[in-house]
């Protein structure tokens, strides 16, 4: 009788495991390829608890066998004619003793493409599973014997099946925005290329769009963070609050670095969408940022996360506090605490005020915020426009742990996942 498996059914990943052992039918079972041929030998000498021996291996002809006292196994197929990827089975002998069978102990070892094909279903549920949990699985559930390199090997195999390769990835980039534009004609998706290699892809969704312009507040935290995966770039993001006080993602633009021009164009792209709305942009003070921003929206609403400030103003402290003995922690606490009333305090006078005690208190500190604090960009009393009490970037950061799976994967991956 001739049994012949579809190509949607080869890679096994609706088989429970015992019924590995029916993989093989007889003599006229067909398989689309030599590689699908393979990965069912080898799941099947899994389950039977036995390595066979490729005798031939190669794309038009399959022969392995496999024999100890009490256990013959042997298969062989062709193509079923040239230019044909076809193999039909035409010896199968599959003779054995239970209790012999359930006796063998055997450590397998296969290639990564073997190997991946046992794991690539828990993968698509679990892409962050670390290398040696994968391989602990392998070894006790399957006898597969792997180190620690083929282990990682088998994990990429399976996530370059699911996801597909980098290179083949950046060419799903047009459609992927395509699509996400015809899906929702409020969406914003565009791309710019060098050669054959995307250089930048730009992502915010119309319902993020209509969030922001119909209930949110009109300030935007930008921020960057590095993928993982295969493509090793960098995400900027444009985060905002929505009427809940929680985080709205509003855009996000994916780059291979985080120069003044990839600020500039994500600003622009963000300009576009926003028409001639005001809005106040909050950042840390990376040069990149304060000239992009300064470019398309103009200086006078850009304010400073107070949190990276604080980060600064502390460094200085160390560096002031260098050699001195440990007497002198206190003043640390004392500093910051000054430096927290200036930024909060809630009218000039109130910040004058301050400003004069942290003179007394350090005159060096006060002169690195007159020279380095910006002030005017982050203390609230300063800054001329509304800013509801957030002086810190931190939904940024939440935004960026938000995202830490999606940005070990392919910028489709990516994006569909955002």
């Not at 279903?121 to 006898?143: A, F, P, V």
């Not at 914003?188 to 922001?212: D, L």
């Not at 909050?282 to 398309?296: E, F, K, R």
């Amino acid at each position: 009788m001739d049994t012949s498996i579809g190509v949607e059914d080869t890679d096994g990943s609706e088989m429970v495991h015992v019924e590995w052992r029916g993989l093989f039918t007889g003599v006229g079972q067909r398989f689309p390829s030599a590689d699908v041929f393979r990965v069912f030998a080898y799941k099947f000498a899994l389950i039977n608890k036995f390595v066979p021996k490729y005798v031939r291996n190669n794309k038009e002809f399959m022969s392995m066998r496999y024999k100890v006292e009490g256990y013959l196994w042997k298969l062989c197929a062709n193509h079923v004619r040239k230019s044909c990827d076809v193999l039909r089975v035409t010896t199968f002998i599959n003779w054995h003793v239970h209790s012999t069978q359930d006796s063998l102990d055997v450590m397998h070892s296969g290639r990564a493409s073997l190997n991946s094909s046992i794991i690539i279903n828990e993968m698509r549920d679990h892409t962050d599973k670390c290398t040696s949990e994968i391989r602990k699985k392998l070894k006790q559930e399957y006898g597969i014997d792997l180190t620690y390199k083929q282990a990682y090997r088998a994990k990429e195999k399976s996530l370059e099946d699911i996801y597909g390769r980098p290179e083949q990835s950046y060419m799903l980039i047009p459609w992927v925005c395509e699509r996400l534009k015809e899906t929702d004609e409020k969406t914003v998706a565009e791309w710019t290329a060098i050669g054959n290699w995307f250089e930048r892809v730009f992502i915010a969704y119309g319902s993020c769009i209509e969030g922001f312009l119909g209930g949110a507040r009109y300030i935007m935290y930008v921020d960057r963070t590095h993928l993982s995966g295969p493509y090793k770039g960098t995400i900027l993001s444009a985060s905002a609050y929505d009427a809940d006080n929680e985080l709205l993602s509003f855009a996000i633009v994916i780059v291979k670095g985080e120069t003044l021009d990839d600020w500039t164009w994500f600003f622009y792209m963000i300009k576009e969408i926003l028409g001639f709305v005001e809005v106040t942009i909050v950042s840390d003070q990376h040069n990149a940022i304060i000239g992009g921003v300064a470019s398309i929206f103009g200086g006078q609403r850009h304010a400073f996360c107070y949190r990276h400030i604080k980060e600064n103003f502390s460094s200085e402290i160390m560096k002031m506090n260098k050699g001195q003995t440990r007497t002198n922690g206190r003043s640390k606490d004392d500093a910051l605490h000054l430096l927290d009333k200036i930024a909060y305090a809630r009218t000039d006078e109130k910040f004058e005020a301050i400003m004069d005690d942290m003179r007394a208190f350090s005159p060096r500190l006060f002169d690195w915020l007159i020279r380095h604090g910006d002030v005017d960009r982050w203390a609230k009393s300063r800054f001329p426009y509304k800013r509801w009490d957030n002086i810190t970037s931190n939904i940024t950061e939440s935004f960026n742990a938000w995202m830490v799976n999606e940005r070990k994967h392919t910028v489709p991956q990516l994006i569909y996942e955002h």
